[in-house]
């Protein structure tokens, strides 16, 4: 079985480098033929006709890189949640670079159990999925960090476009002049969110749009105050600084839940690493006693077993603790 893995890895290599060649010559190419049209070089006949069938770099390269992967992830309804998550997590990624680092890692994680531990193979399986989750949950701690900044920084940005309303701007220019005063992510967001908006997209769809990009609590009030505003009328800035102090108030309370909470926190990590640390020093102390559990089946299957109540214990101790305000 290892020898299969490591012949799929090698290929599924190759197939990478051997794209990423053909896309550089296609990517060099048609930079040369727009530096050609620049400099009002002509080319020949032949080049030319060879050239207008194929689309921009931008275009090309959309099309085109990781298509075979693009096709599974839309089969397998993935594609747009990956793509999603990537920009809540303010990356450029693609979600088929998503899933190549996956794989990679996951092959990666099975190679190192499958020949690093000959006698215990049947790590290699959970080595590999452990290692084929973390750039998933590296783009959740990013997403969260992300998401928490922009919170942050919300309330000031509520207030700020009731004091440009109330000097006498229109809502779409206040926006516009958010992202001059206030930093990232906010400031990106909302430059989006005008640029849609300018570009023809309908005001009600780009802050929709900002709502999907930010799932947020407060955002949602937010897009849901200007859509209902809009509709039935009313004063916008008023209802804004109402916002805004609401929003402070959320964060006073979910303060003050986390210091409750703290405690509860702390035990939870405390239950889930002692039995750990206690296996580690077990396996220095006694190692015939701890080599029970890999080498024995029933011994394997008592080791999964806790590793698993563990784990939901763990969640278990998380749900309880874990209180929306």
């Given at each position: ?44 006949a ?63 994680g ?62 779409s ?43 947020s609590?407060?955002?949602h ?43 509860g ?29 890999f ?20 969640l ?10």
């Amino acid at each position: 079985m290892g020898s299969y893995v490591a012949i799929f890895a090698v290929i599924w290599i190759v197939a990478l480098i051997a794209g990423w060649a053909v896309m550089n010559a296609f990517r060099s190419a048609e930079a040369d033929k727009m530096k050609s049209r620049l400099l009002g070089t002509q080319q020949r006949a032949g080049k030319k006709k060879k050239g207008a069938k194929k689309s921009p770099a931008l275009l090309e390269r959309d099309e085109t890189t990781g298509q075979l992967v693009m096709r599974l992830l839309r089969k397998f309804e993935y594609h747009d949640r990956a793509q999603a998550l990537i920009e809540q997590a303010g990356l450029k990624w693609r979600a088929p670079r998503l899933a190549h680092a996956c794989l990679a890692l996951f092959l990666g994680g099975f190679m190192v159990g499958w020949y690093g531990f000959p006698a215990y193979r049947w790590t290699a399986v959970p080595l590999g999925l452990v290692a084929g989750v973390l750039p998933i949950l590296h783009l959740l701690r990013l997403r969260m960090k992300r998401i928490r900044k922009f919170e942050e920084q919300f309330p000031d940005s509520l207030e700020f476009v009731a004091r440009s309303m109330r000097a006498g701007h229109a809502f779409s220019v206040s926006l516009e002049m958010i992202h001059r005063e206030f930093q990232e992510p906010l400031a990106g967001e909302f430059r989006r969110t005008f640029e849609e908006h300018n570009l023809g997209l309908p005001l009600e769809t780009a802050l929709q749009n900002l709502a999907k990009r930010v799932p947020s609590m407060d955002v949602h009030f937010f897009v849901s105050a200007v859509l209902l505003q809009r509709r039935t009328g009313g004063n916008l800035a008023e209802i804004l600084d109402k916002l805004a102090s609401l929003i402070r108030e959320r964060f006073k309370l979910r303060g003050k839940i986390r210091a409750i909470s703290a405690h509860g926190r702390m035990t939870g990590v405390a239950l889930t690493c002692i039995p750990l640390a206690v296996a580690l020093l077990m396996f220095y102390v006694n190692p015939d006693y701890v080599r029970f559990f890999f080498t024995d089946p029933t011994g394997q299957v008592m080791a999964i077993s806790a590793a698993v109540l563990q784990v939901i214990g763990y969640l278990i101790i998380k749900k309880i603790v874990t209180i929306e305000v």
